[in-house]
């Protein structure tokens, strides 16, 4: 995606924090666009039509939960990154389940903000031509994962995945049987070799078991594997 095409909407009620996020974007040349309520995200989203959100939590009016909640609701599937100094593991873990596809705390590296920046965007272009196989349909059993629409059924019904959800719903099964390490899977779905803290990763994983699996207790879809990472150990059908 060209630089210049691409836009950038920043939520944060600090206005110290807005400039610096604008500073850091606009020197790759991305276009910005700021908001400082809650409120006006969706109404900035249908004018700006932004490629990427990045959220702060912490809002004067609604908190960045429900605005990440709102975006979802409303249909869009831009990637929504949480920028917040809240490090605690519910805030991680709640930010996540909601929708977002990414959690970065406060304070940030300029260049680390960047790289997650351009991962998203590089990944959101090519889910929007991407078709792991020759028609683009994966099916174990109950499960079906259609990469080239983007679509998940289980037992007929489709399932509903954010973003992030399904490109590692989708990369898991197109390795099927392969143990697959938490690097390895950070650097082929999060598409950056920055560090990210495990429960990333892991909080995506329990929300696709429970979206998934018929006993998200007990998985037979996604399997951990201690210490290095994960198995999809589904059976094509």
């Known amino acids: ?4 095409q691409v836009r950038v909407l920043v939520v ?11 500073l850091t974007c606009e020197s790759e040349g991305y276009v ?31 908190s960045g939960f429900d605005v990440c909640r709102e975006i979802r609701h409303a249909g869009h599937r831009m990637p929504v990154v949480i920028l917040s100094a ?19 705390n406060k304070p940030f590296r300029p260049r680390e903000l960047l ?13 929007r031509t991407d078709s792991r196989t020759p028609d683009g349909r994966l099916v174990f059993r109950d499960l079906v994962i259609d990469t080239a629409e983007r679509r998940v059924t289980r037992d007929n019904e ?12 989708a990369y898991l099964a197109t390795n099927a049987g392969k143990v697959l390490s ?3 899977i950070l650097s082929s779905v999060w598409g950056y070799e920055h560090p990210i803290e495990t429960r990333v990763i892991d909080v995506h994983v329990r929300n696709l078991r429970r979206k998934i699996e018929p006993d998200p207790a007990q998985p037979r879809y996604i399997l951990a594997v201690p210490g290095i990472g994960y198995r999809f150990a589904g059976v094509k059908a």
């Open 32 to 62: 910005v666009q700021e908001a400082e309520r809650g409120a006006d995200v969706l109404d900035g989203i249908n004018r700006f039509h932004p490629d990427i959100v990045l959220l702060d939590l912490m809002l004067p009016d609604l």
């Open 158 to 169: 489709d399932v509903i995945l954010t973003h992030t959800e399904f490109d590692l719903l």
């Open 115 to 127: 790289a997650r920046i351009a991962a998203h965007l590089r990944k959101a272009k090519e889910a």
């Open 86 to 104: 809240k490090n605690e593991e519910i805030d991680v873990v709640l930010g996540l389940e909601i929708g977002a596809d990414d959690y970065i």
């Open 1 to 4: 995606m060209d630089a210049q």
């Open 12 to 22: 944060d009620d600090d206005t110290l924090i807005r400039k610096a996020v604008r």
């Open 182 to 184: 938490r690097e390895r």
